[in-house]
Each structure stands twice: as structure tokens, then as C-alpha cells.
């Protein structure tokens, strides 16, 4: 961390913010330059990220130096890490997850029907809402705790891991007794409690990229459920706000590589609800494999002009296999496996 | 609601698209136009708001002309609400609410210090964090109830209604025990099970912008507590994200006027988060009221520098007196009054 | 278009704006609905796209239905447009472009060496800055008339075409003398005269998106050149503004099949520019020939730490001949062709 | 500056950057701390600024420590500029300059008429423009130096300056001819060529914020005006683009407080076109007197619903002088004054 002075400020004063670093246990290194003094800051920059020293009298700025996050990045583990969501499937290191389903559990026919249709295409992790998150307390909410025994009958049926979101710390138990993921939506991102909450569980979780967070930001939020002790975080970019309304958010593929250079985590994207039409997903999910991607996200349905939930914005079975086909290309490409869920569950 | 046509369509998607209208016992007019065939919808919006109409082949575009929101809405509520929030201090409708007062409790005595300096100076509600979003898992989190006792202690001396945050659905009984009003942060504007579970309660609720939330999002997540039964809310505009890392977010003023063409609720404005930058505040909490907005939310803190939070963005109580003078200045001018505490709480 | 009248609307305001409508030769219809009357436009919208109907007592919001580009459109053009930019190079419909080369030209033997190496790694298209557009007035401008001599005799060496920057209306003539391509950068994208200026030329024209421009921002700058005469428009990609410092720019790639939705141009993807970070590029370089771009366009410098603009973000020649084999294996997987340049000059 | 370097770069790797450093003619630091190795350039930072110093292997990052604006900057001129616009106008230093007229010149007739009005109501600087920047190619693109003279008479005609806009150099000599002010608009923010035109005459210079340049980058753009020699700049803010749709733009008050922190020169703030509705103007008028601002700028039309360009953002003549009764209030309020244009013309 270096703090840069003001102009004209006086020896009292570095004197007095000198104090203040001796009293953190830090060490010093004072550098006039021609027309700014600094003082660089040696010791733990975890003791002084949160001290206020730009509201010391003098202090112009404060550059913090190092990454505020520790668990989440490579210099804490240099190696990808791969994390294993059940049924034999992992996700990160040379794996890719393949999550597809519908934004909302509707019936265990309607459900059945999708999974059926997405594991023959080659998806190995299937997705459904009970708990949404709507913008408008008049929308459909989900089936709530009907939803989750859909899903957990409908996974278990097929022989594939589940992931579906949980909203409220008090309904973690509940989700955790039904699903193989727990999904933070990008809402939650920064619901510290709740991440606090399944940091506690055993479960992998599928964290969702807010909407204005910044890759740091992301990575922070990781940082809250790995610290908690669970260690098999998968991120996910889902798109985030832009001033082009000619897409529903702005899909970000270039945080792929720019969090893979500090952050052992595997990443998902999720070209649904980054762009929202339909007719862009395909291209994006072939982009998010050619940038390095561990897996994309999409949400399918079997007749979306029907569907209660993002309907606009479901691929049919027959687009989704496609889709599949030529991401199955891109793999071989690229090196990468797309595991198949086996019966040998967790 | 209107609905665009792609060109071509042909008429058996026309008439399937008028019967799935039917089913919703919307009735419709066709008009031809000389390169789009629109279809208006005619009856309830809400019934076809979550209907994925886009999702219907031959459909291009559904544009909806009425606003989702209702109960925030001036069309169901033409006058200005004012909000009482205890001890005679009612907010909006021409009274306008000072909340002041540190980024955290951190002990009685400072809380009392700084609570004493900034009702002399005009402020009529105390803030104080007693359960904090911190975006590191390594900062500071907050005294939790202790701080909600220190802050309940301190208002009901100095006969001052208290606002703090409540992050989590599982606090808000607890936090109730304490609070005059609830405080829900920008991070969870739209945790949707906290604004429904504090929309069941009776005290008011202080509701931040999100850092990439529309007007619109905010007045569905007011929504949200105003359909739950609680009609008490203040909004609050606190900054939002934007390209220009010199604030620490976007202080977005026009919304003043914005949401009171549409919407009858307060609003506060928060300079301290939406600039971060002390010398910025005192000219944008004059420019707040004259904007029109119900009020404004400082930080305060005796000794910045060793604040446990947000310590660099706070005002010294002098700085604060002076902007309180030059407020009540600003007040006569706009014809707003600012309600002193009284003895008679609620 | 679709005219939103405002709850209680007068008769008298009505027959006002269908007066109004009248005038400018276009014919209406009325629709009633529950909460709102809406008047429905039917003639050629671009005679009242810039009548200020919302200015008309009575009016809440005009709705325009269609887009307002016309030559760019795939309505006016269904077929995908393949620019010929000379030396039998052409870009799109199935053609890749590759342009490649340094930010800045500084000499001619650094630019030859960069330039071989470049083509013998399989670019298509040499690019160097001449005329450069700095943030400060005291860097390096450069080398002006030189520098496009050094670029034509380089580029007539190697038989290849050659792409560099026109800033000012008052270079068009001179810069069309020595150039195959000309670029108008993404801080001239709205630099109206200048787009007139080059849509009179018979040059092909890179037309970089703006920082803060939209998908429709973009066509709209395309039709300028468009409508002057001149057809040969490749877009060009380059990132936008965000609020994640972590990243130069935010590079945008959905709009590749955004853009090709609507638009029969060909787009290229500048991933140099959209990340500012060298590290990132390779990836983002894949991802765009995934994502159906008809290019891609990077920075190369043979000693980037000694370049004299934007060093920093630029390719070594055996990083970008290692990106060019993965991009040629990308270019089969998707049936896109990488021409040669070849003697038969234009 | 200070540079970062990577964990693990070698003593052969800091001797080259040390090396490099030398032959700029600069002094350094070596600051060795716990996880990461910092090296301090003391010398002149303009040097150093555009060398691309990260592209040095093993450099991590380069952190700036100094502005890169100088005539600009208090540090060059601490006091406030007054800039003198004729007839006895000054803006800034305690004066306000207030802007009114239509978008466009549309005869002399319409000019002189809405001249009239808002002189009367208080306004010193009449506004109109000649040529138009417009989006589309097909929409009215002004009278050219047939507005020019128009603008010209009716300004002399009241005795007031006038300010037109300036898109191309090659117009500079021609509107110098007519206008007291050049005003360079947003989307020509960073045109450079332009820039240093404009720097080069005597005439002032209303320099509008592009949509996404941050205050930095205004700066910047100022500097080329003023290190022409025209030390006569007015900076506009005219709102930023944002993800709401609910105003035209975002007004950033903001960066009226901001900029003064560094920044000698004047600022306007133009609420018609960051809010795009009437209805938010006065609001917004106001509020930008009392964040500090030197003036405001807005356009007023006596019949709206026929302008030739943005009649829907216009203000009617008796809406404007409603608005400039209460800024007088508050220029009293904060002691500025409001020049009445006099008859001694410059």
C-alpha cells in the first residue's frame, strides 16, 4: 500500500500517519519525489485495507498494492480447481459443465420432459427454479418446496446432479436437502449472509455475477463462501447492466481469461440471461468455450411460449442439440471433456 | 401492450397469437400498418406482463405502455406521502428528514458524542450500522444486537428516532426490537424475502437504490413492501455504478424529480455514498434540496480516521453543522420545514 | 410508431395531433383501451421520426416501431456484403480479415519487420497510425504524411493491403492516396462530417464503434457512409466504456450476432484495444471467430517496452503467429476462408 | 510513479527496468516489501507517462501518482478563471452564465422571437444552432451560414453574445466570423483536430463532456484548447450515458463540486440534454446553482411541437422564465451574480 501526501503537507503530519502505521505493527519507507511525498507501507496490507488513512489531514490517496482477496486466488493455489457437483460430473480443469433446464420448475411432466431431452443432447447437470427471484411481487414465485422434490425426483430419475437457486439464508437447510448445487443469483451476488450461510454447507455453489460487480467484486463474494469452508465454488457470468437495450444485459467474455490469470476458480457462462434472445445464444455459447470457459449455462424449453417463467428467452430441445453438437466440436478443439453423469452418485 | 409483428407473418400465427390473447380474456385490435402489422392488447397488462408473448413465433417485439408498478404509483396515490417515523419527525410532503450520524456503532460513548453534535445541528434521525455489508469477509461486520442496543439507548436519550440496516429476513424481529425505521442497503435492494418480510411490519423502511438499478427496479422493490401492507417507505438515492472511478459511485440527482412525476413516496438523498468524497458532499446535499428531494443522509464522525467503516468519507461535526446552517437556508427557500424530535415518541 | 396518450386527454388534444398527423401526409387509427388511448401511425415513418410529437399537449411517450437505418439494414439487403479491400483480399461472407500490425508507425524498418512477420504468420491486412488520436496533447501526435508513405511503400512491398486512421475531414484526399482501407476511429464515430467525407471516397471504410454508442448508434454512423455512395463498411468492435477498471474496455461480443440479426455488414473484433491487456487477447481473439465476427484486428510490435503508443497492450510476433494457428484451426471448424493477399492489385 | 512488479521477477529483470529508466533521465527507488517489490520514478512523470513501461517483462503494474492535465489544474492557476464573452458577460469566478435558445436556427423570424423572451426573462447568452450533429443522415442537419448570419444579426440586434456549435475545422474560420462562443459538442469531445482549431483562435469555447468521458478525460480535452493559447474555456456537463432509459442521459452534478477540486476553469450544466424532459429541467436548473455551478444551458422554444431539432426537451418561454425568477433566487442565496449583457460589445 502506498500513501501519497498532499502538497505542502508538514512533518507533523507524516509524522502523526507514520505513528498511526507503527501502532498497526507496520513498517515504512518515506520517498519525496519532485512534486509529491510518499510513504510505502511494509507489512500485512490486510491490517490497513479498512484503517481510513485518506482521512488523515495530508493523505491525497491511498493505492492499495495487493489483491484483496486470498482463498479465490492463484497465488493461494496455483492449480485450477475441478469441483465435483455429483453423479461423477466435475467442473473446472478440463471438464466442462453443461447446465440446461428451464428458468422454472412448472410439473414434474413438464421437468421430466426438458431433462429428458437435454442429457440426450449431452447436457450433464440439469437446472429448474422453485424459489425466484422476480422483480415484481406479482409474478410467479415458483413452486417453493413442491419445486425442489420435482427437481430432486427428476435428477435422481436421470441419473443427473441438480442446481437450483436459494434466495434466503433460512431456506439453505431446505435447498441442501434437494439439490446438488446451490445457485446465488447475480441479486444475491453481495447478500453476504446468505453466502456466509452456504459457505457452511457441503454443497457446491453456482455464484452468479451481480449485475454492476467488477471481477474483484466476484471474487470478493467467492472469498465469503470459501472462507466459510467450503471450497467448491463455480462463478458464473451472467451478463451485466450496459446502456444497450438492444440486449438484456451485456454478456462480459472477456472475464473468462481475466479471471482465470488470478483466480484458480472454474467459470460458467450463462448466455441466457446475458443476452436474453434466443437467437444469440448459440453463437455465445460457442464464444464462451473459445474463451476458455468450464461450461455454459442455458435455459431450455419444451414449449417456452408456455413456459411461467424468462419464456422469451428459452432455446427448444432441437435448438439446444444443435447447440450441443457443435460445443462438443469446440471441446475436441480445445481440449476439454464433457463429463457424462454417471450412476454412481455422490 | 402492443405487440410487433415480423414481416411475413402469416395468418395462422396472427390467429394463434389472438387465441393464446383470448385464453387470457384480453380482447385485441389488429392494425396494418405499410411495414408492420401491430397488434394491440386490450384488458388487464398485468395478466400478459408475464406471459412470454416474445416467445411466439412470428412475434418480433411486445412493447408495454403501462408501468408495473401500482401502489407506488401516483395513479393509485396523487398526493405526497408523508412518513411518520417517530418522535413527531415525519418525512416527505414538505418535512424533511437529516439523518445523520457514523457508518458504524462502535461504542456509546463515541455514538453518543457524535448523536449529541449532529442533533444540535438540526439533524433529525440518527443512523448507525449494527449489522454491516462489508464486501470482505476480513472487515469489520458490525457489534449486531449489541450495537442495536447502544443505538436504541442513544436515540431514546437523546429522543431521536434511530434508522439501521437489517441485512438478513432471519434479523428483522430482532432489529424491530430497536429501530425506528429499517434501513435496507443498496446490495439488497433486491433481496426480495427481506423486502417482504420487513412489508409485514409497521415501521418504516429506509430502501436504497441498487448500485445498477433503474428508477423502475426501485419502485418495484417498493413495491414489494408497500403490497406486503407497510406503506411507510422512503426512498433513497445513494449513487450508482458509472466509468468514472474519481467518485466512489454516481450521484444520480434527476432521479429526484424522476420518481416524483410517478411516484408519491419520500426520497432522501445520500451524498456520502454516492461520492465518498467528504469536499463533495456539502454541495450536493444543497443541490439535493433543491432538486426537491425530502431530505438527506450524512455520515458523521468525531474522529475519522479511526472509524471502523467508511471512516474517509465522513464529516467532522463542524463540517456537518456548517452544511446544516446553509440546509436550513436552502428549506425556507424551497418552503420545506424540518421537523425537530420531540418528547412524544410513538 | 405508436403515440401513448396521457389519462384524460382531451378530445380537443386529439384532433390536434391527428391534424398534425394529417399534415405530414400519414394516416391513424385509434385504439381505446382500459387504462390508455393510443394512436397508431400508419405511412412512412421516417416523416415523423423527428416531428416532435412528444412535445404535443396530451402526449406521454411515442413509440417508434421501426429501426431507422435503412441501407445497413438486411430489409433493404438480405445477403451478407464482402468487402474487396484490394490485393484479392475480401472481408466477410465467408472471408476472415486479419488485420495486424503496429499502434503507430514509427519508422519503416520497424514497420517492415513487423509487417513480415505478420503476414508470414497469415494476416491479410497490414494497419499503422499515422495521424493518432491522443488523450494528451503531449504525446506523440504521429508521423503524419511520413508515416503514410512509410505505411504504402511497406504495404506495395509486401502485397498487402494496408488500413490506418483518418481523423479530420481536411486529410480525407491526402490519406485516400496512400491507403487501401480507411479507419475512422471509435472517437470520430459520431464525427458526422468526417463520415460524409469518406462515404464519397472509393476506399473501404473500418468504422469502429463508439465507447458509449449502441448497436443502433453504430448502423446509424454506417448509414452516414452508406448513404454518401460508398458500400465498402466493415464495422469494427473495439470494447465500450464500463465500470470495471480491471479491463481497458469492455469488449462487447454479442453484439457480432447482434449486429448480423439486422445488419448485412461485416464486423471485425479489435480485442487489442477491448482489453488493453496482452494476456487476454488470444483468448478473445478465438472467441470472436466463435461468435461469427468476420475478423479480427491486433496489435503487434517486435519490442512493444520500446513502442511509442500503446506498447503496452500490443502482441510479440511469435505470440500473435501462435494465436494465428489456433485462429486458422477456428476458421475451418466454422467453413470461414483466410485469403491471401496476392499481386493483382486493385 | 510507481511500479509494480511481479512476485518473482529477477535481479537481471529490475537492472533492464533501472536501465530504461536512466536513459529517460530519471531517478528511482527500490522498495522491497513482504509480497511484492515496488520501484519509486522521481523525476518529471510526463516523461514516463507514455512509455510503456508494462510492457517490460516482470512488471506487474504502473500505478500514475500525478494529474496528467497542467494548464488546467489548480496546481497552474489556483484561482477560478472569469471568462469574458462579450457584451460585458462574464462566466465564472462569481458570475453566471446563463444559456437560452432553441436547438436549431430556424429563421430569423423564430430566432428573434424566442431571443427576445428570454432576454427578458434574464438570460446573457443566446444559443442556436447552425449545424447539427445528428444521428441519422436524413434528419435536418441545420441552415449552415445562413443560421450563422441569423444567429449573428439577432445577437447583435439585443445586444447579446451568442454561442453556436462548431462540428468540422474546416468550419472554424467561417463561425468565428459569427460567434462570440464555439461551442464543441459532446460527440466532438475528443476530436482532437477540432480541439486544437478552436485552441488557436481568440473566441470562447463552450466545451461540452462526451457521453463517456470521465472528468480526467474532459480535462484532457481541455488542455488541447488551452495549450493552443486560448485560455478562454467554459466546461458544460450535459449528462453521461446510463443503463435507465428513463432520461435521455445522466446529469453528473457531481462533477461540478469535482472538478472544481482540481480545476480553475467555469462550468455550465446543461439539464436539457442530460434529462431530455421538460419536466425535470427546472428542478435540475436549480440544483445545479446550488451544487456550484457557473451557469446553466437551456434550450426554450416558443412552439415546441413545430422545432426543427429536440422540440420535445424544450422549455416554452414562460416555463423559462418561471425557472430564471427562482435561479435568481438562489444566485442571491449564493452570491453569484448575473451579468446583464451591456451595450459596450467586445
Known amino acids: 500500500m502506498i500513501i501519497v501526501l498532499k502538497p505542502g503537507t508538514t512533518t507533523e503530519q507524516i509524522d502523526h500517519i507514520v505513528e498511526r502505521l507503527a501502532e498497526m505493527g507496520l513498517r515504512h519507507e518515506l520517498s519525496k519525489g519532485v512534486k509529491r511525498t510518499l510513504i510505502g507501507v511494509i507489512g500485512d496490507e490486510d491490517v490497513v485495507r479498512n484503517a481510513p488513512l485518506r482521512a488523515i489531514p495530508g493523505v491525497e490517496e491511498v493505492v492499495p498494492i495487493l489483491k484483496p482477496y486470498k482463498l479465490a486466488s492463484r497465488e493461494f493455489q496455483p492449480d485450477d480447481t475441478s469441483v465435483d457437483v455429483g453423479y461423477g460430473v466435475c ?3 478440463g471438464s466442462l459443465g453443461i447446465i440446461a433446464g428451464p428458468c422454472a420448475i412448472e410439473s414434474e411432466d413438464v421437468l421430466l420432459e426438458i431433462a429428458k431431452s437435454v442429457k440426450a443432447a449431452g447436457a450433464n447437470i440439469l437446472r429448474g427454479g422453485a424459489f425466484k427471484p422476480r422483480t415484481s411481487p406479482y409474478s410467479f414465485q415458483g413452486l417453493g418446496e413442491e419445486g425442489l422434490k420435482i427437481l430432486k425426483r427428476v435428477g435422481t430419475e436421470l441419473q443427473m446432479p441438480v442446481v437450483t437457486e436459494v434466495m434466503d439464508p433460512r431456506q439453505v437447510e431446505l435447498v441442501e436437502r434437494y439439490t446438488d448445487i446451490f445457485q446465488i443469483g447475480a441479486r444475491n451476488m453481495q ?8 459457505g457452511q454447507t457441503k454443497r457446491a455453489v453456482l455464484l452468479k455475477r451481480g449485475m454492476s460487480a467488477t471481477v474483484k467484486d466476484l471474487l470478493m463474494s467467492a472469498e465469503y463462501v470459501l ?18 437495450p438492444s440486449t438484456r444485459n451485456l454478456l462480459d467474455l472477456s472475464m473468462v481469461p481475466n479471471v482465470k490469470q488470478d483466480c484458480h476458480l472454474p467459470i460458467i457462462i450463462d448466455p441466457s440471461h446475458a443476452t436474453g434472445r434466443p437467437e444469440l445464444i448459440p453463437s455465445m455459447a ?9 461450461g455454459v449455462h442455458i435455459e431450455v424449453h419444451c414449449r417456452p411460449e408456455e413456459a411461467m417463467s424468462d419464456g422469451q428467452q428459452a432455446l427448444l430441445p432441437e435448438q439446444f442439440a444443435d447447440v450441443m453438437s457443435r460445443i462438443q466440436q469446440m471441446a475436441s478443439l480445445f481440449d476439454k471433456q464433457i463429463p ?5 452418485s455422490e
Open 91 to 93: 467442473v473446472g480443469a
Open 191 to 198: 447478500n453476504f449472509n446468505l453466502l456466509s450461510e452456504v
Open 227 to 244: 472462507s466459510g469452508g467450503n471450497k467448491r465454488v463455480i462463478l458464473c457470468e451472467r451478463g451485466i447492466k450496459s446502456f444497450d
Open 286 to 294: 460457442l464464444a464462451s468455450i473459445a474463451a476458455g470457459a468450464d
Open 340 to 344: 457424462k453423469p454417471e450412476r454412481t
